[in-house]
């Protein structure tokens, strides 16, 4: 079963320069989760009758949102934090609730779950720092694990974060910069060493210039001057059979690439 992940950017915008349908031809991925999809699904143009679909998508329209493709058909859907977890951790902050921007979709089929997440950006003024440290992180991570209680998990999409200086071309220009934060970084050391694989990373330990994601400025994609902010994990109990992680920087139509995994 192949498994993808693509941060699209704008799913209409991809769809009408083509590369969607070029993507689904190229890959026939299995599973195709979406990040950043900026649609509801009736403004969307797609015909995938292979496909089930499930979109999550922000009340602000034309922002964020996630979605999942499946030819398998789940067993059960979830969308969002639950409100237990999000009370909790008070996802609301100055941009709103975070259970209104579409960030989280789960699928749970036979043998695991398969969950999305398009994870809020600090911004450049890291003005949402200190809600992904203390709100969004926590109650992700939280969120997972919970679900991880009636089986394994596979987790996937925009971190917005890089883990460690190999994860970016620039380390030491972006050591205050959103994405590169020392909390961003700890946030997703908290979430690996609660119980979660990073798939590239395992496979691949030293592979340097593995990114997912370039600015539009400078011609960085071009130069490969990226960060690798998307990312396959797995829980432990599962990372055995999941098999040739990848990164696809070859398909283009948005500033960020596929990633992908294969398991058993």
Request: hydrophobic share 35%.
């Amino acid at each position: 079963m192949k498994l993808f992940s693509w941060n699209v950017n704008g799913i209409r915008a991809v769809i009408n320069k083509g590369e969607f349908q070029k993507f689904i031809d190229t890959y026939d991925p299995d599973i195709l989760c979406l990040q950043e999809t900026k649609a509801n699904r009736d403004q969307v143009e797609l015909d995938l009758p292979a496909y089930h679909e499930f979109f999550n998508s922000a009340e602000r329209k034309g922002y964020a949102g996630t979605a999942i493709l499946s030819k398998t058909e789940p067993l059960n859907v979830h969308y969002n934090i639950p409100d237990d977890i999000a009370g909790k951790y008070e996802l609301e902050d100055g941009y709103g609730p975070g259970n209104s921007e579409g960030r989280v979709t789960a699928l749970e089929f036979d043998n695991f779950w398969v969950v999305t997440v398009y994870t809020p950006n600090s911004k450049r003024d890291l003005s949402r720092l200190e809600y992904r440290e203390a709100h969004w992180d926590n109650a992700f991570r939280e969120y997972i694990k919970q679900l991880e209680t009636k089986k394994p998990v596979l987790v996937c999409g925009d971190f917005n974060a890089a883990h460690k200086e190999i994860d970016l071309a620039r380390p030491k220009d972006n050591e205050k910069s959103a994405g590169f934060t020392k909390e961003e970084r700890q946030g997703f050391d908290d979430l690996l060493t609660s119980g979660y694989v990073d798939t590239f990373r395992a496979e691949y330990p030293d592979k340097t210039e593995a990114y997912t994601w370039w600015t539009a400025w400078g011609g960085a994609r071009a130069r490969n001057v990226g960060w690798r902010i998307d990312y396959w994990l797995a829980s432990k109990e599962i990372a055995d059979k999941v098999s040739n992680p990848q990164i696809h920087p070859e398909q283009m139509g948005s500033d960020h690439c596929p990633v992908s995994i294969e398991i058993s």
